[in-house]
């Protein structure tokens, strides 16, 4: 029996109650005035059906497969597999493939001989997973339809449940969260382990090429992240910035403020779509079009430019930006009072004055949490980058040229054959989570500020 | 402040609730009995409201002494298709406080806002008519509507304190028409304009706290000192204590009081009593319409018109 057939039954068993909950309920209601509605009672039994018994599975589907796995390995058959994990792994995952009807033959002839073992303990565990859930689901199902009576409230019942879903729905993102940050926690202390921390954090060199041969040149390897910060921060911190604050400040206060309603029904959507462009597309108008006119603007000016420039990245990105910016301060100006404005108008302020002095202001909290959010958006931005920034770690402030970042040397660092245990591979987990904990700072900035400036209008 | 029971002598069963205030700018309109007399002496009014209010605007015998403040006349106004205001004639002058009284919606506030046309920020809206301060047509293109509302200041029915120091509210106005010479000179500006607003002893210790965390009363007052502060000739108030407690109410009642005289003041309230105790002129708008305009003291005492005599006496609105 296996766990699909068991998900299937507890599924049916769950209906049933709910209908069965229902009916009953109705009949009852024949006799006495009912608490809660049948529906209620009907949704009390299915949600003691299906949640515990859904809920076991969720947990035992996962183990399952760690308990076949030691127990095929402690029969004979599995005693007497090669002792290398690789051999060993790769015979066992073709067993289990052929067991469940996946695979016709093995490329091992060992795995056809463990197959059937392996089919016995699927079959065993299956049983007793599949078994116990349909009995969660009876057991709770028996439990919701016994409740049924009159003065029962099935409808705080179903409250409670409800709430308890909606707790475990938003539980979910946060442990994933914390789970990430586990993971990266774990895999960068790998590579302190290999690497000095200082070095990564301080170094100016970065050059994580490590040599097959110990008489290569440039055989350690060098992880000074300086550089990548820096064209991470150049790039999206600096030049991006400079053109999304401007435009998608003043193009938030046109049409919060000056545009007629027709005109903003349709500027706003317009300028919406720029943010649902895919970050490719972007990518290769950054590479193929502003790419090139940067550079042979930059040698017109005499500056030293290369194909691949801070600048051109940077300005494509900004463009990409736009929208966060404005439809934050969109939002934030919208929802300063009509009085305010008023207030200043009334005083024979004129219309920019107000905006300037008044609306802004006040607005301010939320513009500031628009650019920071722009801001770790921009930061964490791949594509654009690794189609338009380059490769080369630059320490320089020359924005005709070429600069890298940290998502950037991540790609280059995970695409492709790797080990795991190399500190080129770790290196990714380190910068990954340098990362991570610069958008956390910047939040919790941009929270300190809108919290010190909030001022309150109402 | 003592609330006195005084009635106005009346030759009108009409009781209202009157204060010293009141009884006061009862004393003020005493110079002008003259006139009075003639007023009250008046022909019967036509049945036609719109007739009647035409003829009382550019009577002769109200006010003949001095130049209106400000003069309206038959303006009109529009949201888009439906006509908020229609044909109303007024005059404010400086040296009285007028009131506008009416029900909900009469169109009382939206007259108040073509005085410094606050009408213009609102879409769809249009104003006809002719309007005129010291002589000057406000609605012509070459009257500035920023200095307009630098000569016509205004203060709302809910205080509207920007989010800055109480300084800088009062600094505001001054800042932008650049009416300080630095530091020193704004400092003078921002007290005499707390301390007409009867504010200063209260915040003088604290001008650097945020406008918004004062109490609703102070807040008022706050507003009417960033008005007060453009030294302007005009001051508007569109229900200006509506929002208060009675206390704070009184306090704004007796600050209108003091700045009589040296404004010209328009207030519009939906309270009767408010507007018998500040006032010296009253004006009565009742869907759209002035329906009647003259002395306060007549107004509540005296009106000519059945639907005012119904208002004040609280039968409808």
Redesign the interface.
Known sequence: MTLTFALIAVLLIAAVAGFLGRSRARAVRDGARLNSLPIYHGAYGFLWALVPALLFLAIWSPLQGRLIEDAVLSTPQGQALPAFDMARDAITSEAYEIATGQREAGFNPESTALAPVYQQFINRYGGIGGGFAILLALAGAAWGLTRVRANFRARAGVERWLMGLLIAASMIAILTTLGIVLSLLFETLRFFSMVPASEFLFGTQWSPQMALRADQAGSSGAFGSIPLFWGTIFIGAIIAMIVAIPLGLMSAIFLTQYAPAKVRSVMKPLLEILAGVPTVVYGYFAALTVAPAVRDFGLSLGIPASSESALAAGLVMGIMIIPFVSSMADDSIAAVPQAMRDGSLAMGATRSETIRKVVLPAALPGVVGGVLLAVSRAIGETMIVVMAAGLAANLTANPFDSVTTVTVQIVQLLTGDQEFDSPKTLAAFALGLALFVITLILNLIALTVVRRYREAYE | MTKEKQPITTNSSVPFPSTAVAAEAAQDDAGIAKEDTAWTQAPEPTPHAADVVTERADAPELDTDRTPKMIADKVSVFYGEKQALRDVSIQVHDDKVTAFIGPSGCGKSTFLRCL?R?ND?I?GARVTGHIELDGEDINSPDMDV?????RV??V?Q?P?????SIYENVA??PR??GLAEGKADMDAIVEKSLRRAGLWDEVKDRLQE?G?ALSGGQQQRL?IA??IA?DPEVILMDEPCSALDPIATAKIEELIHELRGRYAIAIVTHNMQQAARVSQRTAFFHLGELIEYGKTKDIFTNPREQRTQDYITGRYG
């Open positions: 410094n606050m920020t879409a920023v200095q307009l509302r630098a200041g205004m709302f809910k509207n304190p920007f989010p800055k505001y106005g932008i028409h945020s918004t507003c960033r008005a453009v």
